[in-house]
């Protein structure tokens, strides 16, 4: 009933929502996209940068971290659901796995990843998260 469809005919139906939430979704992280990019362009040259994504991917997730470096040594990118908040820290200058073991190991966090890049997820909130951050030596 909730279909309209004939009873038969939900398969059908079910898979066009589907195909129409899927072009959605991606039309979204597009959008996203573009919105960090714009955002990026007045940001001032420094050491360490965060930012906060909503509804990302991981591989958006790593894609913003990227463009960040162009302006930052660090980028730290964190995205909160739910029952976590899962981070992305990147550098092509310092070794991010001192940084993420500092983070791990004050915060209750688990991950891990190479001297550039480190992704896993913390168990506390954003506001914990960028309270750390903010008082870290980077």
């Known amino acids: 009933r909730m279909l309209s469809a004939p009873f ?17 979704m991606k039309q979204i992280q597009t959008i ?11 940001l001032q040259p420094e050491s360490a940068y965060v930012y906060v994504s909503e509804g ?3 591989e958006q997730m790593r ?3 990227k463009e960040l470096l162009k302006k930052v040594d660090m980028a730290l990118i964190l995205q ?17 796995r001192e940084t993420d073991a500092v983070l791990k190991k004050t915060l209750q966090g688990k991950g891990g990843g190479s001297t550039e890049l480190v992704q896993g997820s913390f168990a506390n ?5 960028l309270k750390v951050w903010k008082g870290m030596e980077i």
């Open 56 to 58: 990302s991917t991981r």
């Open 125 to 129: 909130s954003l506001e914990e998260i």
């Open 8 to 24: 038969l005919e939900t398969s059908s139906y079910v898979q066009e929502l589907l195909e129409r939430n899927e072009t959605l």
């Open 63 to 65: 894609y913003f971290a």
């Open 32 to 42: 996203r996209t573009q919105q960090f990019l714009k955002e990026c362009e007045d």
């Open 80 to 96: 909160q659901d739910e029952h976590s908040t899962a981070y992305v820290l990147m550098s092509l200058t310092k070794d991010v």
